[in-house]
């Protein structure tokens, strides 16, 4: 899979992809990223990627120009299966999203800024916009890095058996059950019983148990789906 980030903060984003899983995975040819700077898709000497607002209002607006050029570079070079957009004012990020984007070849990643990006950017390019949580950031960049490790992990080879994403939550609409590891008995608060049984089956119950139990009670909209 390759990615093609357009930002105008690469500095700010690069480092998650420098560490851990998603580092992994580009090292192994599982996931290519390009980060693309728009200030170098801007205007004049200043390099101008953003103007006032038509109609007032505070705040700066992306120009369509510069990433007009910046995709179209792209497209020239390679087919596109999505160009998405991060921006609060969309669909909220969810886990069936990153299965279906981990099964693309090509995407490029928009990250707005300021008030975000003119309206036509958004009708003309962009096939699918994305928020990561009904919250503001600053500009899309950590959303953009937040939606990449949710895809990036699911590509095959890039986690192990033993941290398969199958058994995580929400890959079938429930939070993850509780976990436990060593000591068994921590000042008297003790592990499940059952999960020092070996009795696998019956384990597997206690856990699809809980995981439901956990959703009713911490996200009961999970099951209304
Ligand atoms: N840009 C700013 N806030 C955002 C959010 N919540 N999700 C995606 N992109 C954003």
């Given at each position: 899979?390759?990615?093609?980030?357009?930002?105008?903060?690469?500095?700010?984003?690069?480092?998650?992809?420098?560490?851990?899983?998603?580092?992994?995975?580009?090292?192994?040819?599982?996931?290519?990223?390009?980060?693309?700077?728009?200030?170098?898709?801007?205007?004049?000497?200043?390099?101008?990627?953003?103007?006032?607002?038509?109609?007032?209002?505070?705040?700066?607006?992306?120009?369509?120009?510069?990433?007009?050029?910046?995709?179209?570079?792209?497209?020239?070079?390679?087919?596109?299966?999505?160009v998405?957009y991060?921006?609060?004012?969309?669909?909220?990020?969810?886990?069936?999203?990153?299965?279906?984007?981990?099964?693309?070849?090509?995407?490029?990643?928009l990250?707005?800024?300021?008030?975000?990006?003119?309206?036509?950017v958004r009708?003309?390019f962009v096939t699918r916009e994305?928020?990561?949580?009904?919250?503001?950031?600053?500009?899309?960049?950590?959303?953009?890095?937040?939606?990449?490790?949710?895809?990036?992990?699911?590509?095959?080879?890039?986690?192990?058996?033993?941290?398969?994403?199958?058994?995580?939550?929400?890959?079938?609409?429930?939070?993850?059950?509780?976990?436990?590891?060593?000591?068994?008995?921590?000042?008297?608060?003790?592990?499940?019983?059952?999960?020092?049984?070996?009795?696998?089956?019956?384990?597997?119950?206690?856990?699809?148990?809980?995981?439901?139990?956990?959703?009713?009670?911490?996200?009961?909209?999970?099951?209304?789906?």
């Amino acid at each position: 899979m390759r990615i093609d980030i357009i930002t105008v903060e690469p500095d700010l984003i690069k480092s998650p992809f420098e560490n851990s899983m998603m580092k992994r995975a580009i090292e192994k040819n599982l996931a290519e990223v390009h980060f693309h700077n728009l200030r170098e898709y801007g205007f004049g000497n200043y390099r101008q990627i953003d103007d006032y607002q038509f109609g007032g209002g505070a705040g700066m607006v992306l120009m369509i120009e510069p990433i007009a050029k910046c995709i179209e570079k792209l497209k020239a070079e390679r087919e596109y299966d999505e160009v998405i957009y991060m921006t609060p004012d969309a669909k909220t990020l969810n886990q069936a999203t990153a299965n279906t984007l981990s099964l693309k070849k090509n995407i490029i990643i928009l990250t707005g800024h300021y008030k975000g990006v003119d309206q036509r950017v958004r009708d003309l390019f962009v096939t699918r916009e994305i928020s990561i949580g009904d919250y503001v950031l600053t500009g899309g960049e950590l959303a953009a890095a937040v939606l990449c490790d949710a895809v990036i992990r699911l590509l095959p080879g890039v986690l192990g058996d033993e941290t398969s994403a199958l058994t995580d939550s929400f890959q079938d609409n429930l939070l993850a059950p509780p976990v436990y590891t060593r000591p068994a008995d921590y000042n008297g608060l003790k592990v499940p019983e059952i999960l020092l049984s070996g009795n696998f089956p019956k384990i597997e119950e206690w856990r699809a148990d809980q995981a439901y139990k956990r959703t009713e009670m911490i996200r009961p909209d999970l099951l209304e789906d």
